[in-house]
């Protein structure tokens, strides 16, 4: 069952910008595997970040280094989530997280699917 979804959308040149003028952000955003990618790969994993605490709905118990984004043998990306933001993950009963990211003309996307086990219906007395 679908427990939430989020998509967010980043200028590349503004991003860029924005890491050149604050160099901090990079070790804060960003866990070390990532952070010799070409700025519009980081773009596209600040997205993905972006969109997997909206699906989440906040970030709570969210911390950006515990979400790093990599690549399976085909290319898809996919999160390889740790630490706290791991085990939050796991105690709101997320099951599998889907990510898809792209970046063209300037402009860095992702959209996230989050999922939980289907809940049984509930029964007549649930309800009353």
Do not use: N
């Not at 804060?28 to 997205?47: G, T």
């Not at 605490?53 to 950006?64: E, F, M, P, Q, R």
């Not at 740790?82 to 860095?108: F, K, N, P, W």
């Amino acid at each position: 069952m679908i427990v939430g979804i989020g998509v967010d959308l980043v200028d590349v040149p503004r991003f860029e910008e924005h890491l050149a003028r604050t160099p901090r952000l990079l070790p804060r955003l960003f866990a070390p595997a990532e952070r010799v990618l070409k700025p519009r790969s980081l773009a596209a994993r600040y997205a993905a970040k972006e969109a997997l605490i909206k699906a989440l709905g906040g970030s709570d118990g969210v911390h950006w280094t515990d979400i790093e984004v990599t690549s399976e043998p085909s290319g898809r990306p996919v999160f390889a989530l740790s630490g706290e933001t791991a085990a939050t993950i796991a105690a709101r009963g997320i099951t599998a997280v889907h990510l898809s990211m792209s970046h063209d003309a300037g402009l860095a996307t992702a959209y996230v699917v989050a999922e939980a086990a289907s809940e049984l219906e509930p029964t007549r007395e649930d309800t009353a």
